[in-house]
């Protein structure tokens, strides 16, 4: 699936979760299984990002290391470097990427340069309010790609069931205008009859899911999740833009040891 999917924490980053008891929220993040490796595969499919794409559907990868205070796996690396678990407020850094587009994945990008994965730093603030946590965080371009910044915020409330574990959330993202030109705008050079220029203003995005996982055994995992996003429309009135509301639904399985 090449596309922008601005909601992918619903697949990557929730991905990763079993009972309450064992559930926290680290830089942003859903986690569980503190100490320990895990692996995990399962289905994404969702809406149209760009007019005319070809593929909805296709399959997602997951594994690293969930600790204390570090934390690796494919949606990216952080550390908490201010704060441990009993403390109102912890403070983490980031590292994360932010996926390109190939002009070949959608009629309307034809013609198009291809865009570049990009690379982010950003500095995150988990406030723990009763039993959920307020997270925010500030991460710019440290690869001189799109050369700008996204801020976010969003509320996790993990809930237990009893066979599974619940963790609805929901929150806001920005992003620059630099971000909206390089990944949704379109150059004079890059404009034909059907794909008019165009370049914006930066973008508020808002942002509603939840993660769904039921323990199957101590170490195996079934996980569900689905996201909704709507875009700003700084970002949704983009000529390759298909709509300005976006959704992800994911179903995988994942592994600890």
């Known amino acids: 699936m090449k596309k922008i999917c601005f909601a992918i924490s619903a697949i990557v980053m929730s991905s990763h979760v079993m009972a309450q008891d064992n559930t926290y929220i680290r830089n942003g993040n859903i986690y569980s299984n503190l ?24 399959v997602y990868f997951n594994g690293g ?25 912890n403070f983490s850094v980031f590292i994360v990427a932010n996926p390109g587009f ?10 198009m340069k291809d865009r570049d ?18 997270s925010a965080k500030f991460q710019h371009d440290v690869t001189s790609v799109y050369n700008g910044y996204q801020a976010d915020i ?8 009893g066979f599974a ?12 205008k630099e971000f909206v030109n390089y990944y949704t705008g379109v150059s004079s050079l890059e ?9 914006s203003n930066g973008a508020l995005a808002l942002k509603v899911g939840y993660a769904l996982v039921i323990p199957i055994t101590e170490n195996l995992d079934l996980t569900q999740s689905t996201a909704y996003t709507h875009l700003g429309a ?10 300005d509301n976006q959704w992800l639904t994911t179903f995988g399985v994942s592994y600890s040891f």
């Open 65 to 89: 290391y969930h600790g204390e205070d570090f934390n690796a796996d494919l949606s990216g690396i952080n550390y908490r470097f201010l704060g441990d678990n009993d403390s109102a407020i």
């Open 35 to 58: 100490g320990q490796y895990f692996v995990g595969a399962g289905v994404a499919t969702g809406s149209k990002f760009f007019k005319g794409q070809d593929d909805q559907t296709g």
């Open 117 to 134: 994965f990009s690379g982010d730093l950003g500095l995150n603030a988990d406030f723990h309010v009763g039993e959920g946590t307020l």
């Open 191 to 199: 404009a034909t009859s059907a794909r008019p220029a165009y370049q």
């Open 234 to 243: 700084n970002m949704a009135d983009s000529p390759i833009v298909a709509s």
């Open 102 to 111: 190939d002009a070949d994945s959608a009629d309307v990008l034809k013609g």
């Open 165 to 176: 574990s619940l963790v609805p959330y929901a929150g806001a993202q920005y992003f620059s």
């Open 154 to 161: 969003t509320y996790y409330h993990p809930m237990d069931l």
